[in-house]
């Protein structure tokens, strides 16, 4: 009975929500995080999907080591969220923080070598599940797909 219930408030849902794009963007997104966050803990890495955008912003940053608020800025992020994750990615030995030469007011944030392991590790998983989606769709499908993906991006990001 209660399933039924369940079943009935889903499909009552999907049939209004389902309609909107932002809905089912959202729902999509869900999802894949979701399947991400489980594919994180099966490779035996303790982090969250939500941390990685940090990651891979110290990560592509090279030897121009970015602080702080460089990081929330170009994630457009809170400073004291940032602070949160990054203090979390600290203990876990993926980061470390390191005053800044010329400013000593300034944080900078450098990966750590089990920090720029688990980056490679957490690219080549985070291609293996996306391939696992987009192989199912035709290339056309999935070319137009991902041509809308970025026009709506390109739309919100203004």
């Known amino acids: 009975m209660v399933i039924d219930k369940e079943a009935e408030l889903r499909k009552k849902i ?3 929500m389902g309609k909107l794009s932002i809905f089912t963007i959202t729902h999509v997104g869900h999802l894949m995080g979701k399947k991400a966050n ?3 803990v099966r490779s035996g890495f303790s982090l969250q999907l939500e941390q990685l955008p940090i990651l891979f912003t110290i990560y592509f940053s090279g ?3 970015p602080s702080q608020q460089e990081i929330a800025n170009l994630l457009h992020k809170d400073k004291s969220g940032i602070q949160r994750s990054i203090r979390t990615l600290e203990r876990d ?3 470390r923080i390191v005053s800044d030469d010329v400013d000593r007011r300034k944080n900078l944030i450098q990966l750590t070598p089990a920090g720029q392991l688990v980056i490679e590790k957490v690219i080549q998983t ?3 599940i996306d391939k696992q989606v987009t ?3 035709p290339a056309e ?3 137009s797909f ?3 993906l970025r026009k709506i991006s390109s739309l919100l990001d203004k």
Do not use: V
């Open 14 to 16: 999907s049939g209004r």
């Open 63 to 65: 030897d121009d080591l």
């Open 141 to 143: 499908e999935l070319d």
């Open 135 to 137: 192989d199912q769709l």
């Open 126 to 128: 985070a291609e293996g």
């Open 93 to 95: 030995g993926y980061l």
């Open 38 to 40: 489980r594919e994180l």
């Open 146 to 148: 991902m041509t809308t």
